[in-house]
């Protein structure tokens, strides 16, 4: 790991043994060199046989404690933005013993520490001409991965720029003319670091952040794993899918041991239905998708159910007999994306590269897909003559353009849920646009958003729907029943993204990825009052969430490309609360 160095200069630790009642632990406080108590130091230790790290923060007073369930040789890391990192690469802690470590940081300069922070306070620096651009920009060239981190910031003439952008649309990234020629100085300005004003980033950056959690991560998959979605399986199993090598993963958290079985790919070539991603696969990726698993649900059944989004439809793995079963949709549907499940059993998905929701009864085998409405005659020819598009594309080489005239011309369907009343609700990412569908009627509604980005909501007990805005820190709830909207902001700026949200079964209250901000957000809806949890991985790009029956926060990191990522390995990630005292801060609307 990165982090593995030598004890860094300034760390003074006085280290003693003695006996315990229960696991391992390490406990100890964190001091400045003037000896004053340093609350929110991140100490994480990495149990290496296991490849396993699991993380605290200090409390107001500095003291922090990590349980440990494994014995083992660990490695040590205490950082905290403002201070130099301790790193410590040989510590052995044995079943029923406790280590006592003291820790010492030294202060550094803020035109250091800057460096250190979330790529969302970077990317708040970034001015566009207007809203509508800079949303565009959120959509096309924050999609997959964080804007404003260390790899993305870097200053670039307007012809590099223009060859990333060139090179980005041939994943489908698209932008108008105005943003391309914008973007360059915009970006530039923004990540000036000769000219930086420090002032204009916040002197205590970890204010926000509540210390009450104890986060545990699992490196799972090689360096290419790519953990798409994840999901808590119906065993305790976490199930996590790589998009890039057809890959199923099955972490048990209690054993640390991990499975994994190759999605059947059914003689498809590399690039499955679309093919064009073959090419792109090797030049950018070094490897090629071939079905590309996405999304992942528990099914009625107990299955592990999943969209293959260059594959033709659907997959579904039993846990018990470990054995997958495709289902192929019409040919006229392209890329699978999201999906869940109705009361009757029934799988509702989107399909996002043809505008179109589909239906699957896994009793009769049964597909029906639904054309979705666009907003005008582009969407409309664009969603209906994709599929001669990839064709031409395989055929003749054509590579699609980065500029186009209209940034959305492909609605591009995306999240989904279903209400108590049955209804199936849709986002429709980059169209501006919510709408649900009435599965008594077969009737479609679209409504209109007043922001971009809508992406993956969640309904709530009371129908209530939670919808992010993939945009500027902000998110929604939606009341169907008066048509109104309302925002909220998160705390940590407008330079996050929300990516999605879950709803906690528990109390109805709202988790939140900060996908671009290293954090997952609590919003307390009853007090409209937030609790943020910072994520001990750099550069954790989230994309789905899950509460499990015992209040635990599950998610999976998969930042594209994933050598962006600290450490450069995908991670399934579980938020425990060991206290449940909150510190919450109010919403700013």
Avoid at 183 to 196: M, S, T
Avoid at 226 to 242: C, E, K, Q, T
Avoid at 467 to 475: M, Q
Avoid at 486 to 492: D, R
Wanted: hydrophobic share 35%; proline share 7%.
């Amino acid at each position: 790991m990165p982090w593995q160095r030598t004890l860094a200069f300034g760390a003074a630790l006085t280290t003693f043994l003695s006996p315990a009642l229960l696991a391992a632990s390490l406990e100890g406080s964190v001091v400045d060199t003037t000896g004053k108590p340093l609350p929110q130091a991140q100490i994480t230790l990495r149990q290496n046989d296991f490849s396993k790290s699991t993380t605290v923060y200090s409390d107001d007073s500095g003291h922090y404690r990590v349980t440990l369930d494994d014995a083992g040789d660990y490695s040590l890391r205490v950082r905290r933005i403002g201070f130099n990192t301790v790193t410590e690469t040989a510590i052995n802690l044995a079943q029923q013993q406790s280590l006592e470590k003291f820790i010492t940081l030294k202060a550094i300069p803020k035109s250091q520490w800057i460096h250190e922070l979330p790529a969302s306070d970077w990317f708040a620096r970034a001015e566009f001409s207007s809203p509508e651009l800079r949303g565009q920009f959120a959509i096309q060239c924050a999609m997959c991965h964080q804007q404003g981190g260390s790899t993305t910031r870097l200053p670039r003439s307007e012809a590099e720029w223009h060859k990333l952008f060139d090179m980005m649309g041939e994943f489908g990234a698209v932008m108008d003319q105005t943003l391309y020629d914008e973007a360059p100085a915009v970006l530039n300005k923004a990540f000036d670091f000769a000219n930086i004003d420090l002032d204009s980033f916040p002197d205590t950056p970890l204010a926000k952040y509540n210390s009450n959690v104890e986060i545990t991560e699992w490196e799972v998959g090689d360096a290419t794993a790519f953990l798409h979605d994840m999901v808590v399986g119906p065993d305790g199993i976490i199930y996590s899918v790589d998009w890039i090598n057809d890959k199923l993963y099955g972490l048990n958290p209690d054993t640390n041991e991990v499975s994994e079985w190759l999605v059947p790919t059914n003689g498809l070539p590399p690039g499955g239905i679309l093919g064009i991603l073959s090419e792109r696969g090797r030049r950018y990726l070094h490897h090629t998708p071939t079905v590309a698993p996405h999304s992942l649900q528990v099914g009625p059944d107990n299955k592990i159910w999943m969209t293959l989004s260059v594959g033709k439809g659907l997959a579904s793995f039993d846990p018990v007999t470990q054995a997958f079963e495709t289902f192929d949709h019409p040919n006229r549907a392209k890329y699978p994306h999201t999906l869940r499940f109705d009361e009757e059993g029934n799988i509702w998905y989107t399909v996002s590269m043809t505008n179109q929701l589909g239906k699957f009864n896994p009793d009769n085998k049964e597909f029906t897909i639904y054309d979705l409405p666009t907003r005008n005659f582009t969407q409309w020819a664009l969603a209906r003559s994709m599929g001669a598009l990839v064709w031409a594309s395989n055929a003749f080489g054509f590579k699609p353009r980065a500029v186009v005239a209209d940034a959305e011309m492909n609605p591009v369907p995306y999240g989904i849920d279903v209400t108590p009343d049955g209804k199936i609700w849709f986002t429709q990412f980059n169209n501006r646009s919510i709408g649900y569908i009435d599965p008594a009627t077969e009737a479609i509604t679209v409504i209109d958003t007043p922001f971009s980005g809508p992406r993956r909501m969640r309904a709530d007990s009371q129908g209530m729907l939670w919808i992010p805005s993939y945009n500027s820190g902000s998110f929604y709830r939606y009341n169907p029943a008066d048509n109104s909207f309302k925002e909220f902001n998160v705390p940590t700026g407008p330079g996050d993204m929300v990516y999605a949200l879950a709803i906690d079964p528990g109390d109805d209250s709202v988790w939140l990825c900060g996908t671009n901000s290293d954090s997952i957000i609590h919003f307390h809806p009853n007090t409209e009052s937030f609790d943020v949890f910072q994520l001990p991985t750099r550069v954790s790009f989230t994309r789905e969430l899950e509460v499990d029956e015992h209040g635990n926060v599950w998610t999976s990191t998969s930042n594209m490309p994933f050598y962006q990522v600290e450490g450069m390995r995908g991670r399934i990630v579980r938020l425990s609360f060991p206290d449940a005292a909150s510190h919450a801060l109010p919403a700013e609307q």
